[in-house]
């Protein structure tokens, strides 16, 4: 059976009635979304578009082996270009796990070296199976009365980097930033700060991912700068690609490999399944007071094995299969000079209000090499 019908004015009869809002703004913005961006430095102004810095290091005091070594060979074969590394009269041994044996360099031939095995008090001893053992230079004994030896002056190298335009546009009518909005008291700002905040966390995304473009830009093509990824990942750096899971081993290694390069790690940047993982690493060992009303536990900064306290930071951006390690004092972010990012008002046309937020940056990876470890394809 249907309801009676109501007699006399209801609520549902009458217009003209005020809408009911709260007038407050609900949004969904990630607090922690330039988190990167956030511990990075920002100094100093770029003048030209390509923008470059000047980088040194001392000469190498290690080398790769290019062939397996067993206990009665008198040549050894480094890595290419490694030969220069050596002296004769160079004493050296194998960074191997009870390798004692040092040997000394008695002829060089590019990157043939001719050795004298079981040098002093040692004996001949085999290497490892592996072609790729690192070789660690002890010292080059001079001869008496010899000759001074070549020039080992290093020739700086340039390194660059492009600056990449961030921009965002507004156009907002002159009713809609005349009338009473609920929870915003001005569309045009509000639209201004949110569009701030869509390219902070553009930027910090770019000086992750970016990829640095082939050239300056022209009619047909845009510039673009790259992230610590690229720079990172370049070939001859500390790269590793092998597929296993996040550990404490992990990175220990990739802490190590900055060390030996003469870096001092002092970060790791990770992904949330990352920082997850990390949390983890520890646990068994881990001891707590009891509390009724509180569970769980967070880990901002690891210590390595060899001292290094590396500062877990873990942004979204990041991939969650990779991780890196390096020094956030080589890391620099630069606005191009008097393009810092800025909101402008553009010129009123008709009846509404235009503008846009915008800057144009590019970040610094000095030694990107030696001060960074990269690590892709962790379980």
């Not at 050795?115 to 053992?133: E, K, P």
Request: charged share 20%; with cysteine; hydrophobic share 40%.
């Amino acid at each position: 059976m249907a309801l009676a019908a109501a007699a006399g004015l209801a609520s549902f009869d009458q217009s003209g009635q005020y809408i009911d809002l709260s007038n407050e703004l609900s949004a969904i913005i990630r607090a922690d979304n330039t988190a990167f961006l956030s511990r990075v430095g920002m100094n100093g102004v770029a003048t030209q578009v390509e923008h470059s810095w000047m980088e040194d290091a001392l000469n190498p005091w290690t080398a790769t082996c290019a062939e397996a070594l067993d206990n009665s060979e008198t040549t050894l074969d480094v890595a290419s270009g490694h030969g220069a590394r050596f002296k004769v009269g160079t004493l050296f041994t194998l960074n191997v796990a009870g390798f004692t044996e040092v040997m000394q360099v008695t002829a060089i031939s590019s990157d043939a070296l001719t050795i004298v095995r079981g040098y002093g008090s040692t004996s001949a001893q085999a290497g490892t199976a592996g072609t790729a053992d690192v070789i660690q230079i002890i010292s080059h004994p001079a001869q008496e009365s010899q000759d001074p030896p070549a020039d080992e002056s290093r020739n700086r190298s340039k390194v660059s980097n492009y600056t990449q335009i961030f921009q965002r546009g507004i156009q907002v009518s002159h009713t809609l930033r005349s009338i009473n909005l609920a929870g915003v008291n001005d569309e045009y700002a509000y639209q201004v700060a949110r569009r701030l905040q869509e390219l902070e966390r553009e930027l910090d995304t770019a000086i992750i991912r970016g990829i640095k473009s082939a050239d300056t830009g022209s009619d047909t093509s845009i510039r673009s700068m790259g992230g610590i990824l690229e720079f990172a990942s370049q070939s001859n750096g500390n790269v590793t690609t092998t597929t296993e899971a996040l550990s404490m081993d992990v990175i220990n290694a990739m802490a190590e490999q900055v060390w030996n390069d003469g870096g001092t790690p002092n970060f790791v940047l990770v992904s949330g399944t990352g920082k997850r993982t990390i949390s983890t690493f520890d646990q068994a060992y881990r001891r707590a007071d009891y509390n009724s009303n509180t569970a769980g536990y967070v880990v901002e900064r690891i210590i390595t094995d060899m001292g290094f306290v590396l500062d877990v930071i873990v942004d979204p951006a990041m991939p969650t299969d990779t991780i890196v390690i390096g020094d956030l004092g080589l890391i620099n972010v630069v606005p191009l000079q008097n393009d810092a990012m800025r909101a402008e008002d553009l010129a009123k046309t008709g009846r509404s209000y235009k503008g846009q937020v915008t800057g144009q940056y590019t970040v610094e990876f000095r030694n990107a090499k030696e001060a960074f470890a990269y690590h892709n394809s962790l379980t």
